[in-house]
Structures are given as structure tokens and as C-alpha cells.
């Protein structure tokens, strides 16, 4: 009897957490004029695949020493973003084979800011103690040092995350392109950063950033619309609702079957593992056109360090199935020494 009321407890705590806020946090801007809406092309021109750079500032914002978390930690959230939004985590290969065609990499790198908005060299970190023992959403102290919070850096230029004690149960919050420039950015709390495999939370693996980046750059839930099959990418399939643990595949709605692993959806952070073609575009075309300053500075430098292979002897080339490769999409290039490149070929 124990044990089932422990079970009743563990999942009602689970299921009471709120995932993410973001389209509550837009109706409240949209409420103050303080979001306008802005044009993203749905079906932006196909593109040669890329890298951008995007620099990022932490702030971290704590009133006790657990919520000052650790550099480590904010590495770890650094390397899960890189990770996820070029598809080189490694449950990208647990992504159904009926979805692997539209599984997509974004080719965008986020890196620590070097520079401040001063000039002045930086960690890309900021730390500061506040009085304040909780923020909550809609009164965006967190934003505002004169609230107990820290005023963004030049939103423009810098990817703004704020890390702290969120009221509730909510993980966290992002605005949309279109909002007033004095609040943009992210909004995670402290306990959902980076990774932590001593924690028992099923978001312990730093994919509530992952998601919340994706509202950054204009993505919609996957379920927005319910069957109506509306997120603006006719790539994921319509879900009647958000999808909430690790369900077992398949799981059908609406007539087809479940994208459930799609980040931006509402599963665990251990069954979240993809992007699709028409998402990575998507946010692609805001990062360029309603985001491009982010692109255009010297506030941090990405090192993509890459193997020389010139003493390597290419063996094959095979598609995430094993199959010989010749068309598009991921494939893997499998060298004499045992090591193995990911790489994509679009169109």
C-alpha cells in the first residue's frame, strides 16, 4: 500500500511540473504591447548546410548557495545544446526509422561570450546574489537589476539565458522573435541546467534549454494546434496533445503516428532526441533574417577543431539504417582506424 501511494506521489509531482511557459509568457507580452508579430517564412529556400556561431551569456541569478550552480554545469548544458541542435547526441540514433528522413541538424554552435557589451574579456558567466527567494514569470524581475535580477546584455547581440529559482513548478520560459528587446532571451530554473545524473527528475539532462531555444527561434510546439496539424512545418505529424514520460513507440494520434521524441514536445529529457528538416530551417531563416545581428560580432569565437584525416582510410559510407549510402539526408563515414564521422548531405 506504501509503495503504491509512493508511485501516486512520484507521478503527480512529475505530471504537476510545468514543462514550459513560453506561449503563456507571449499571451502576457502580446497583453502589455510588448510582442509584435513578426513574418517567418514557413517555407524558407532549401540552404547549403552551415555553421553559425551564436554567443551566449549565463546569468545566474542565486539567493543560496545551491542556486549558484557550478561552471561545470553550465559547460555540460553548452555541450547538450551543441550536441542536440547539430544531431550529434547520441540517442540521435534511437529516432524511429520511419522518422529519419526529416531528422535534421540546424548547424548552429552556441559558444560563451568573450567580450561584454563593454569590450572588456568575459567568461561568458555572470553571478549575482539576490534578495529575492523566488521570481516569478509574469513580473520578469529576473530581468531587471533594479528588481532583485540582472538587465540583459544587448539582446542583439548576445543570446540572453537567465538561470534562477522559478516559483511553481515551471522549468522554464522563452520569448518568441518579436518581443520588446528588454526582456528577450531565456528563462530557465536552476534546477534544469545542464547535466545531472545524481538527480531523479526526468529532466535532468539539459533538454528544457534545448526546447526553450527552439521557442527562441520561432518554433512552435509540436501538438500547437492539436489535429488541426497546425506548428507551421508539415513535417511533424499532428498530435492531439503534449506527450508527457517515455511512451512506447508507436503512439498514434490524429490518424498518424506520434513524433513523441520531437524536441518540442513535452517527454522526458532521455526521449527527446530530434529536430526535423522544416524546424532547423525554420529557425535557420529567423537566426538570418529576424536574429541576424547575432551573427554579425566578435563577441565569441567557436573552435571547431577537426580531425585531420588525411592518415585515415575512408572504408564507407552507410546511412544511419547500415545501408549503403548514395542519396541524401545523415550518413555516417566509417574510417580504417575505427573512428566514425556524422555528416549530412542536403539534396
Not at 577537426?306 to 541524401?328: A, P, Q, V
Request: hydrophobic letters at 35%; proline letters at 3%.
Amino acid at each position: 500500500m506504501r509503495l503504491c501511494f509512493f508511485f501516486i506521489l512520484i507521478n503527480s509531482i512529475i505530471f504537476s511540473q510545468e514543462r514550459c511557459a513560453s506561449e503563456s509568457y507571449r499571451s502576457i507580452l502580446k497583453s502589455k504591447k510588448l510582442q509584435n508579430e513578426l513574418f517567418i517564412n514557413s517555407k524558407p529556400k532549401t540552404r547549403i548546410y552551415d555553421q553559425f556561431n551564436v554567443p551566449i551569456v549565463f546569468h545566474v541569478i542565486y539567493n543560496n548557495n545551491s542556486e549558484n550552480i557550478s561552471d561545470e554545469n553550465i559547460l555540460s548544458q553548452l555541450e547538450v545544446l551543441n550536441n542536440d541542435y547539430n544531431a550529434e547526441n547520441s540517442d540521435f540514433l534511437n529516432i524511429p526509422g520511419i522518422f529519419t528522413d526529416v531528422a535534421s541538424s540546424s548547424g548552429i554552435r552556441f559558444c560563451l561570450a568573450e567580450l561584454d557589451p563593454l569590450g572588456n574579456l568575459t567568461t561568458g558567466i555572470t553571478r549575482t546574489f539576490t534578495d529575492q527567494e523566488f521570481f516569478n514569470m509574469s513580473e520578469d524581475k529576473m530581468k531587471k537589476s533594479s528588481e532583485g535580477g540582472v538587465d540583459p546584455w544587448d539582446t542583439e547581440k548576445y543570446l540572453n539565458i537567465w538561470i534562477c529559482n522559478l516559483s511553481g513548478n515551471l522549468l522554464g520560459f522563452s520569448t518568441y522573435p518579436g518581443a520588446d528587446s528588454s526582456l528577450d532571451g531565456v528563462v530557465i530554473d536552476y534546477n534544469y541546467i545542464g547535466v545531472n545524473l545524481e538527480s531523479s527528475s526526468p529532466y535532468n539532462l539539459g533538454r528544457t534549454a534545448t526546447h526553450e531555444i527552439g521557442h527562441y527561434f520561432g518554433l512552435e510546439h509540436t501538438f500547437y494546434a492539436g489535429c488541426s496539424d497546425w506548428d507551421d512545418c508539415d513535417d511533424t505529424p499532428a498530435i492531439s496533445t503534449s506527450t508527457f514520460g517515455c511512451p512506447d513507440f508507436p503512439q498514434e494520434s490524429c490518424g498518424t503516428i506520434d513524433m513523441t521524441m520531437n524536441f518540442m514536445d513535452y517527454t522526458n529529457d532521455a526521449c527527446m532526441h530530434m529536430f526535423t528538416i522544416c524546424q532547423t530551417e525554420k529557425m535557420i531563416d529567423v537566426l538570418l533574417n529576424q536574429r541576424s545581428d547575432l551573427l554579425e560580432n566578435n563577441y565569441c569565437f567557436y573552435n571547431n577543431i577537426l580531425e585531420n584525416n588525411s592518415s585515415k582510410f575512408l572504408l564507407n559510407r552507410i546511412d544511419l539504417l547500415g545501408r549503403n549510402f548514395n542519396s541524401h539526408g545523415f550518413y555516417l563515414e566509417i574510417f580504417d582506424d575505427g573512428t566514425v564521422n556524422k555528416k549530412v548531405r542536403l539534396n
